[in-house]
């Protein structure tokens, strides 16, 4: 299990790669080091063979990226290095949806302006 990095309940938000791809929704200088030092361990993860690209999707990484303005890099990072996520269908609370492409709800819910 990687060290126990996916242990939690991924449908739900919970586990160390999701809570390392997000962040608070805020922009003070705070947040925006904890971001940076998110970051760091991402790729630290990624160099030790800890952090897969298919995390990218199976997780939704870019989908939790992409909700704060301080995660930017963070969503860069991880889409350039699996551009193949952004057309990935994202994850939905009811089982019986196929859930819709990252660009949906990145308009929907008003993160792209």
């Not at 309940?9 to 080091?33: F, M």
């Not at 870019?62 to 303005?69: A, D, H, N, V």
Request: aromatic fraction near 10%; proline fraction near 4%; include cysteine.
């Amino acid at each position: 299990m990687r060290g126990g990095m996916l242990i939690g309940e991924p449908e739900y938000g919970h586990n160390i790669l999701i809570e390392l791809a997000k962040d608070g929704l805020y922009t003070d200088d705070v947040d925006i080091e904890v971001a940076r030092v998110h970051l760091d361990v991402l790729k630290k993860l990624r160099e030790c063979d800890l952090l897969k690209k298919e995390d990218i999707t199976q997780f939704d990484l870019l989908y939790y990226s992409c909700r704060s303005p301080i995660c930017r890099d963070i969503f860069e990072y991880l889409a350039d290095w699996c551009p193949e996520a952004l057309k990935a269908n994202v994850f939905t609370d009811d089982p019986r949806e196929v859930g819709y492409p990252l660009i949906h709800y990145c308009v929907v819910d008003g993160w792209i302006r």
